[in-house]
């Protein structure tokens, strides 16, 4: 506690009201952001004698002022503390990983509706089903419509521009509404019915499509009734595939939490429509040991849980937990947010129960599964340090390992990337790509000067200083002695210790378990042996810094491929580019064109088609 700061005094001042709390450290970091429904009651909590968890009590030393806020209401300190923790993402508080938003499934709101996955922010002119739980959830969805109601999938750019059915028309998947070969008033009852599958009516789905193939074959419309059964058949089967099917209308969120081997775990199911579209595991950072007594209440997870997942996000009329939240406010928050009532269910029976009890299942074995990769991590990186003589400062966990990799085409769009192993895992929100300049093009030595120079050279300096470095326990170059070399140069020109380098290059028929371990001195390469560990982890780390590499390239690539082909054609200018993407939906359907599609768009001639066609091919 800084010595400026009266803490007896403060405290004394403190109003017995509800409101938010900042524990404020060294240079003005948040540490700790907390609500209460008595300020003075609240913080003064934390500085008795005894202190209910370690995590806590180490975070009170670090407190050189607090902050607070007085607010009209529990419920509005609730939702302040959930704004300050997404904007400060306080090291103490229980964070959850800030994950992509959730996907949806998605039908246009044009006279020929269309079906997609959509992520991002919703609008009125469509209408959206989900959340869902993953990608593959939707993407599964979406071919349960396209075999039971033929709705197409392209965009409007292409649906606008078809002259003739595509692929998909010919297998079944999509009515062709682009060609007119169904008209807009039977399409739209396909999407009506879609929509109606979607929001919990299967059985009312299937009763009609039932009485339109008989009536169908009643008329000797055979080939139009035999269309009518395959539908039939689709819906049958995804639904008697789906055993948590409730055959109502129901949206309901399932919460479990569950504590095991000091991790604990969130799992989230869903039901939408009806329909269980399946669950998503969460396991919240800066959580004290779980199964300790000094460990967060269930409810304190929960309320944490929620006020990070359902922030802006679709909340259901009903949801079932396992555990009560640490705060009724909560619920009154919920409310608010859903502007509509939220039923909390604890104690359910039936198939509701079969569902909570499902969800606690599923955590139970999602943390038995972590702790089983987290294990084996721990062994590999323990085997690592072993091998090369790393402490990683004392801690394995706090051993930091970065792996530098090299990638073009043919010496087009070079790019390096690095990639970050601390804490017995992949650190994805610290890699980095950096763009290759100035270097000729397939110079990988000049590339991996270039890049160790920019990473490392402002950190070497701060080093000198006495500063704070963050410099890696490990730097892993993906080649032989020649990369090994421009890197043991760099490293002593900008003053660092060349033993940092280790070189990973391929064995023979560059196979996986043969690599070498070169180094930058005297010592002779290390062949480790496929059954090892720490070649194990090795092989983890430089081919993740590989796939990162691969595809910052190709998205380069791509994007300069894309801006420039059109405008290198002489003739082509801005408007002519404009109407042939309009026409056929972007580069990819233009090269896909014939050289009489091409000169079918306005202000293309047959020769200027012609070229456009062997430039892209």
């Given at each position: 506690m800084s010595a400026q700061f009266d803490l007896k005094a403060f405290l004394a001042q403190?109003?017995?009201?509800?409101?938010?709390?900042?524990?404020?450290?060294?240079?003005g970091a948040v540490l700790y952001v907390g609500k209460a429904r008595d300020l003075r009651k609240r913080v003064s909590s934390y500085f008795q004698k005894t202190s209910s968890s370690p995590r806590i009590a180490l975070m009170v030393e670090q407190v050189e002022r607090i902050d607070t806020t007085v607010t009209r209401s529990e419920a509005e300190a609730l939702l302040l503390e959930s704004n300050l923790i997404k904007s400060e993402q306080p090291r103490y508080n229980i964070l959850f990983r800030d994950d992509k938003s959730y996907p949806y499934l998605k039908i246009s709101g044009h006279h020929f509706s269309r079906i997609s996955y959509y992520r991002g922010a919703v609008d009125r002119k469509s209408q959206y089903f989900g959340p869902y739980p993953s990608a593959w959830a939707v993407k599964e969805t979406i071919q349960v419509l396209q075999k039971a109601f033929r709705l197409r999938t392209c965009q409007d750019s292409v649906f606008a521009n078809r002259s003739r059915p595509c692929l998909l028309h010919q297998i079944q998947r999509c009515s062709a509404p682009c060609v007119q070969i169904i008209?807009?008033?039977?399409?739209?009852?396909?999407?009506?019915d879609a929509v109606r599958f979607l929001r919990g009516g299967h059985a009312q789905v299937i009763q009609d499509l039932e009485h339109q193939m008989l009536q169908a074959s009643s008329e000797l419309r055979f080939e139009e009734a035999a269309a009518f059964r395959n539908r039939i058949s689709a819906l049958s089967r995804v639904l008697s595939q789906q055993a948590m099917d409730t055959g109502s209308d129901i949206d309901v969120d399932i919460i479990a939490v569950v504590a095991r081997g000091g991790r604990i775990c969130v799992n989230l199911a869903l039901v939408r429509g009806g329909r269980h579209l399946g669950d998503k595991a969460y396991f919240p950072r800066h959580v004290a040991e779980a199964d300790g007594n000094d460990g967060e209440t269930t409810g304190e997870i929960l309320e944490a849980f929620c006020l990070q997942h359902y922030d802006g996000g679709f909340v259901p009329p009903l949801i079932i937990a396992s555990a009560e939240p640490d705060s009724p406010a909560l619920l009154e928050w919920l409310h608010k947010s859903a502007g509509r009532p939220v039923q909390w269910l604890l104690r359910v029976n039936g198939q509701r129960r079969q569902w909570l009890q499902m969800a606690e299942q599923n955590a139970q074995l999602a943390i038995a599964r972590l702790l089983a990769e987290e294990g084996s991590?721990?062994?590999?990186?323990?085997?690592?340090?072993e091998v090369l003589g790393l402490d990683g400062g004392g801690s394995l966990a706090e051993l930091r390992i970065e792996c530098f990799d090299i990638s073009h085409t043919m010496g087009e769009a070079t790019q390096a990337s690095c990639v970050v192993y601390q804490d017995h895992a992949m650190q994805a929100s610290q890699y980095r790509r950096f763009n290759i300049e100035g270097v000729t093009g397939g110079d990988d030595y000049g590339a991996m000067r270039q890049v160790l120079t920019r990473r490392y050279g402002k950190l070497a300096e701060q080093a000198q200083e006495g500063q704070g470095t963050g410099l890696p326990d490990l730097v892993l170059i993906d080649g032989g002695k020649g990369q090994v070399e421009i890197a043991r140069q760099v490293f002593e020109e900008i003053g660092l210790d060349p033993q940092l380098l280790v070189g990973v290059a391929k064995g023979d028929d560059r196979k996986v378990g043969l690599e070498t371990l070169v180094f930058p001195d005297e010592r002779a390469p290390l062949l480790l042996g496929r059954d090892s560990a720490a070649l194990m982890l090795i092989a983890q780390i430089r081919d993740e810094a590989h796939r990162f590499?691969?595809?910052?390239?190709r998205a380069k690539r791509a994007k300069a491929r894309n801006s420039s082909t059109l405008e290198e054609i002489e003739g082509i200018g801005p408007r002519r580019r404009q109407r042939l993407l309009a026409r056929f939906g972007g580069l990819r359907g233009i090269m896909s064109a014939s050289v009489e599609d091409l000169a079918s768009v306005e202000g293309i001639s047959r020769t200027l088609a012609e070229e456009i066609y062997r430039r892209l091919h």
């Open positions: 403190l109003p017995h009201l509800p409101g938010v709390y900042r524990m404020i450290g060294a240079g008209d807009a008033e039977q399409y739209a009852k396909d999407v009506s991590q721990r062994s590999r990186t323990r085997a690592l340090a590499a691969i595809t910052g390239m």
